[in-house]
């Protein structure tokens, strides 16, 4: 039976930073009150290439939506059964940087919204649905930063640029403030206006609650 705990740590592009600095606050805050921890990466199409995919097969990632959904459900389905899976079999806490919502964000936002209910049914065999060992988070802290603020960091400062501007950043917000329910998730206030030392206070509050 599973003993430790899956924290999702959640947020939508150029929210990076605080979620960045909510997973490095939660384990040292946890490993010094005597937790085991272990991290794990998001599985989004960037490790296509430290994964060696991309010289396999032909495949747009990070070009195409549906290619992206399809590879982060395998690089989902890999991180779960051989990290997740057993960390949690040995009483760990696991922290996630983003998972299943970013993946179906992601597709969402770039127009398929089609059978939608088919892209979440994938999305839940690559927890392990259909398995018997389907996982799924104690906790989902979404960090929510202001689609102004996240288009500022994306488009300027990093100079990354999307076709649907601000609309794009605003939409996938609206797809993670709906969807975070799902997912025993809570939303933390993430924007320029608090400190960031007040954003991570109140994300390892939450995590205490759950342990």
Known sequence: MRKGKFIVLEGISGSGQQV???IVALHKTLVAQGHSVVECANPDSGRAKELGVNSMINWPFAKDARADFMFEAAVRTEIFRNIVKPALDADKI???KQSSISSLANAYVNGYAKNFDVLRHLEKISRGFLFG?????D???FFDVPAE???ERIEEVLQIHHEGGIAYYEQMRAFYQKEIGRWNGVTIDASTRRGQDEIVAEAIAHVKAVL
């Open 20 to 22: 960045k600095a909510g």
């Open 94 to 96: 696991v922290l996630c």
């Open 149 to 151: 603020e996240a288009c």
């Open 139 to 141: 906790l989902t802290l």
């Open 133 to 137: 060992d389907e996982i799924y988070p």
